[in-house]
């Protein structure tokens, strides 16, 4: 079914969800009936798991004097990183709830004693089992308390449609809310007490849709928390990206610098060595020719020489190194097209690594607005928030710059993504264009 996008009907959909809110949502949306359903499959699920988890255990805690437990033990366990795979499945499928599989088993060598090692060493494969013997007492509780007061509510909210077969089919005239055995009953049947049985029944189905995702969101954290990668190999995982970030931004820079030396200063060198060549062969015979072919070289010199301090300022301005980033970011704005006000609030001075990052972050962005944004002014500022460097770059442009579409942006992301930076953007078609960038600050 195609889905309607037009402004108005978008605004249409999000006036119903401010007109009504989202505790009086909550009992019919789909959410909820999902994670309901989440939690009847737990029980079944866990009473599976937990009694393999603890046959396991037993058998090979019993076996473990003939060694023949430990082969048990360790089938068991990985047996339980299947267990663990279906629970993952199921999180994303009910609760919409994505947790990456943890890190594979690394044997050091093919042979059953190594993969029996690594099982048991494979700290994953014990988290699954403790998984099993928590989600059981967990997924018990849940499943009562879920499964009870939803039917019950939905029962007395119901009320009114239903109550009808009672004095038609059960001999009484309602719900009966007391008796004593002696011909003292109080039933519900009553206009008000009808209502009020269905108002209760309304309030109880509102609290106990917010304790159905409550339940859900214990179990979010236990699927995560217990189910899913290590915080450590996730960071090694995040490390050998940034790693492979780092070497191929440095391997394009020194491919800049190649080209850029190779087309530009190197060239004109080249051509000054013959001009001089030819200059000094006409030296004697010819001296006015001479000194305009040295005039020549000159300029050709001058400009070698310009190129040549281009090409430093591009790997590491001198300024940067010499007066830090506010004389930095003044000078580069300087060069921009369009007027730029710098503000650098810092009292003292960044790692140097971080320092070159956040000067060649603002360049490479008012490159940007002079090529791409049509402003008519920019700002840069600079502060220090806790330990982190903050830099925020806005123009009056026309907008639209947009760090998922593959332009210089993306580089720009991934570069300060290498050692745990942030760029944030937001540029609507029209403008105005703000960029935040966030750098650890490691002084």
């Given at each position: 079914?195609?889905?309607d996008h037009?402004?108005?009907?978008?605004?249409?959909?999000a006036?119903?969800?401010?007109?009504?809110?989202?505790?009086?949502?909550?009992?019919?949306?789909?959410?909820?009936?999902?994670?309901?359903?989440?939690?009847?499959?737990?029980l079944?699920?866990?009473?599976?798991?937990?009694?393999f988890?603890?046959?396991?255990?037993?058998?090979?805690?019993?076996?473990?004097i003939?060694f023949?437990?430990?082969?048990i033990?360790?089938?068991?366990?990985?047996?339980?990183?299947?267990?663990?795979a279906?629970e993952?499945t199921?999180?994303?499928?009910?609760?919409?709830?994505?947790?990456?599989?943890?890190?594979?088993?690394?044997?050091?060598s093919?042979?059953?004693m190594?993969?029996?090692?690594?099982?048991l060493?494979?700290?994953?494969?014990?988290?699954?089992?403790?998984?099993?013997?928590?989600?059981?007492?967990?997924?018990?509780t849940?499943?009562?308390?879920?499964?009870?007061?939803?039917s019950?509510?939905?029962?007395?909210l119901?009320?009114?449609?239903?109550?009808?077969?009672l004095?038609?089919?059960?001999?009484?005239?309602?719900i009966q809310?007391?008796?004593?055995?002696?011909?003292?009953?109080?039933?519900?049947?009553t206009p008000?007490?009808v209502?009020?049985?269905?108002a209760?029944?309304?309030?109880?189905?509102?609290?106990t849709?917010?304790?159905?995702?409550?339940f859900?969101?214990?179990?979010?954290?236990m699927?995560?928390?217990?189910l899913?990668?290590?915080?450590?190999?996730?960071?090694?995982?995040?490390?050998e990206?940034?790693?492979?970030?780092v070497?191929?931004?440095?391997?394009?820079?020194?491919?800049?610098?190649?080209?850029?030396l190779?087309?530009?200063?190197?060239?004109?060198?080249?051509?000054?060595?013959?001009?001089?060549g030819?200059?000094?062969?006409?030296?004697?015979?010819?001296?006015?020719?001479?000194?305009s072919?040295?005039?020549e070289?000159?300029?050709?010199?001058?400009?070698?020489?310009?190129?040549?301090?281009?090409?430093?300022r591009?790997?590491?301005p001198?300024?940067?190194?010499?007066?830090?980033?506010d004389?930095?970011l003044?000078?580069?704005?300087?060069r921009?097209?369009v007027?730029?006000?710098?503000d650098?609030d810092?009292?003292?001075?960044p790692?140097p690594?971080?320092?070159?990052i956040?000067?060649?972050?603002?360049?490479?962005?008012l490159?940007?607005?002079?090529?791409?944004?049509?402003?008519?002014k920019?700002?840069?500022?600079?502060?220090?928030?806790?330990?982190?460097l903050?830099?925020?770059?806005?123009?009056?442009g026309?907008?639209?710059?947009?760090?998922?579409?593959?332009?210089g942006?993306?580089?720009?992301?991934?570069?300060?993504?290498?050692?745990?930076?942030i760029l944030?953007?937001?540029?609507?078609?029209?403008?105005?264009t703000t960029v935040?960038?966030?750098?650890?600050?490691?002084?």
């Amino acid at each position: 079914m195609a889905t309607d996008h037009r402004p108005g009907r978008y605004d249409e959909r999000a006036d119903r969800r401010r007109i009504v809110p989202g505790a009086l949502r909550a009992p019919f949306e789909g959410r909820t009936w999902r994670e309901f359903w989440y939690l009847m499959l737990s029980l079944p699920i866990s009473i599976v798991f937990f009694t393999f988890a603890v046959a396991a255990l037993s058998l090979s805690a019993g076996l473990l004097i003939t060694f023949v437990g430990v082969p048990i033990l360790a089938a068991s366990l990985a047996a339980g990183r299947g267990f663990g795979a279906l629970e993952r499945t199921r999180a994303r499928l009910l609760l919409g709830h994505h947790v990456d599989a943890p890190e594979p088993l690394r044997p050091r060598s093919g042979g059953m004693m190594a993969w029996i090692g690594a099982v048991l060493k494979s700290g994953t494969s014990w988290r699954h089992l403790l998984y099993a013997l928590l989600h059981f007492p967990w997924a018990v509780t849940a499943f009562t308390a879920a499964l009870t007061l939803w039917s019950v509510g939905w029962s007395m909210l119901a009320y009114p449609l239903w109550m009808w077969t009672l004095p038609e089919y059960g001999d009484q005239p309602g719900i009966q809310l007391y008796g004593d055995g002696k011909g003292t009953e109080v039933f519900l049947d009553t206009p008000f007490e009808v209502a009020a049985t269905s108002a209760a029944g309304l309030a109880l189905v509102l609290v106990t849709a917010q304790l159905i995702r409550g339940f859900a969101y214990v179990d979010r954290v236990m699927v995560g928390g217990l189910l899913g990668p290590s915080r450590l190999a996730e960071r090694v995982v995040e490390l050998e990206s940034d790693r492979g970030v780092v070497v191929d931004t440095a391997a394009a820079d020194l491919r800049r610098i190649e080209r850029d030396l190779h087309d530009g200063a190197q060239a004109r060198l080249v051509a000054l060595a013959m001009d001089l060549g030819l200059a000094k062969e006409k030296l004697l015979e010819d001296p006015d020719a001479a000194a305009s072919m040295v005039d020549e070289a000159h300029g050709e010199v001058k400009l070698a020489l310009q190129e040549l301090r281009d090409l430093a300022r591009g790997i590491h301005p001198a300024v940067l190194t010499d007066r830090g980033l506010d004389a930095a970011l003044s000078s580069v704005s300087s060069r921009c097209t369009v007027p730029v006000s710098v503000d650098v609030d810092l009292a003292a001075r960044p790692a140097p690594a971080i320092e070159g990052i956040a000067y060649f972050t603002v360049s490479e962005l008012l490159q940007n607005v002079s090529k791409h944004s049509g402003a008519r002014k920019a700002s840069v500022e600079v502060w220090r928030s806790e330990n982190r460097l903050m830099i925020q770059v806005m123009d009056d442009g026309r907008g639209g710059a947009d760090v998922t579409a593959g332009s210089g942006l993306a580089g720009l992301a991934e570069r300060l993504g290498s050692v745990d930076g942030i760029l944030a953007v937001d540029s609507p078609v029209g403008g105005p264009t703000t960029v935040i960038a966030e750098l650890p600050w490691r002084g």
